[in-house]
């Protein structure tokens, strides 16, 4: 497909998305629809986000790997707003009857998230559905100043924490239970980072990246008004282009720092046993580049063969 | 069916609630699960509430009701709670491909509710399902003194706003179109009624009736420990014992009071263009009581017979 599409979204999804904006009128004080969290006041900061089985997780997920992820997604677009989590609520529609082992497991993993990250599920609804789970946590935190992904400026450099295409790898690997697998079962996005990162004003802009950097990048770029030129050797985790930027469920965050911040963003980044790397610069180019590349790579990943497409 | 049923719940629900109290910790001067809403500390309320296709609506609802209607139940508990709402979160499983037409009239609803209520949508997640449409609404809620069920005093007055059993009535008429649908599809709780009686402090407790009388007021007095006689000959709205206590969908306020804020109560709905009725008090029985009956009404409803069962 064309390298365009790495600024595209389905266009279904953009309907939807477009549908909705600014419903029951504008928020006081606040960042409506459109980042990975909704500000809506007072550094409160709300995300939602829906698993549905067969859709966001196969065979490869367990139960209780299910649970943690529904947590750690949400937090993940938290931690890109320089947040931290208060509270969650959960909706669960299940079929019925009720599966009680996999609903125990699920609960499991569940909590174990939500303690890892001090999180109080306060609320909830349990529906019936004729077919299939569909799970959707709602998390609300706090910044003291929400980082948008719609900051960025001209000459900041551009910083990825962790390594890229660890679920990628994952994911394409046939043994289970290998090693690996960790980082797609259980994703760890860093948020108290995050937070740091937005309580020391270091970040000029922010996203997670959870569709993969060609996908989430370019959306920060268009977000900022500003294009990027990326270092293909400097992306963490030395992968293959396709696993380390398109195929996503990273959940590591991206960000954007005035070049005098560098030394201060890796010693807060040492001290929270968090590894970052430096992976470009912001340009006014109209599109984020890859340099040596004559196109930005494809943001969608072919599940079955490893390739973008 | 047994008449203990009005205090029982369905087995597998039971189970999914009672797994996932406390999960991830209390929360601070909150209230957790069990109340119509959460209490999430600082007078902040949250609720969230799940409509399935085929399960929550058929063809009586409109996509435009169905709409509405999601907004209506989420501010209905934030109403027994004496909260305003603040903001709204979207959660939206569509099957593809996306039903354009469906969808315009379906958000058209949830404005034109989102709206009534001053409730703006601030964020959201749209996902594809195989099958049925899930839609989730979080909505969180500010009051200056949360009304919890578990509150009712010995010797408070029963109150009931607005007529029972209207959506009844409506779910078994068989004229499409009919004007008492205008309460099946288009439920109107009184959150402002709600709001003030709470700020005025005369609500002792209080709950929504969103699963019938039978059921509520049952849960109401489980709750605080207490039983209830109720008359079933001042139930306003004079429709069979079965529509106005079994059916559920009122969408009205039933609340505790002592006798002594009776006329403070009176003069507070007509302010607010909004019908009380006193139907029984509160007792020290086990459970509630239906005078000049023996037993309880059953609180489920055959939706095909208009019987309870």
Not at 15 to 41: H, K, M, N, P
Request: charged share 20%; hydrophobic share 45%.
């Amino acid at each position: 497909m064309a390298s365009r599409q790495a600024t595209e979204e389905d266009p279904d999804e953009a309907f939807v998305v477009q549908s909705v904006r600014d419903l029951g009128g504008a928020t006081e004080g606040g960042v409506g629809i459109g980042d990975d969290a909704a500000v809506v006041g007072g550094g409160d900061v709300v995300t939602t986000d829906t698993m549905v089985e067969g859709v966001h997780w196969d065979h490869r997920l367990s139960a209780a790997d299910v649970g943690w992820k529904l947590v750690a997604v949400n937090v993940s677009d938290l931690a890109a707003m320089g947040a931290r989590p208060r509270w969650a609520t959960l909706a669960a529609t299940l079929p019925a009857p009720l599966d009680r082992a996999w609903w125990t497991a699920f609960v499991a993993g569940l909590d174990a998230a939500l303690r890892h990250w001090r999180l109080p599920l306060v609320g909830g609804d349990t529906t019936r559905a004729p077919h299939t789970r569909v799970l959707t946590l709602t998390v609300a935190g706090r910044a003291a100043s929400p980082v948008l992904r719609s900051t960025a400026r001209l000459a900041d450099d551009v910083w990825v924490t962790g390594q890229l295409g660890r679920s990628a790898e994952a994911f394409l690997q046939t043994t289970p239970g290998a090693a690996a697998a960790r980082w797609l079962r259980r994703p760890e996005p860093p948020v108290e980072f995050g937070a740091t990162l937005a309580e020391a004003g270091l970040a000029t802009a922010m996203i997670d990246l959870s569709d993969g950097l060609a996908r989430d990048l370019a959306r920060l770029c268009r977000a900022s008004g500003v294009g990027a030129r990326i270092d293909p050797d400097r992306l963490p985790g030395g992968r293959p282009l396709a696993q380390s930027v398109a195929f996503g469920e990273d959940y590591e965050l991206c960000f954007t720092a005035d070049s005098a911040s560098a030394a201060a963003i890796c010693s807060n980044a040492a001290r929270h046993g968090v590894t970052v790397t430096r992976i470009g610069v912001i340009t006014q180019d109209a599109v984020p580049l890859l340099v040596g590349h004559d196109r930005w790579p494809a943001s969608r990943f072919d599940h079955f063969s490893g390739d973008p497409v």
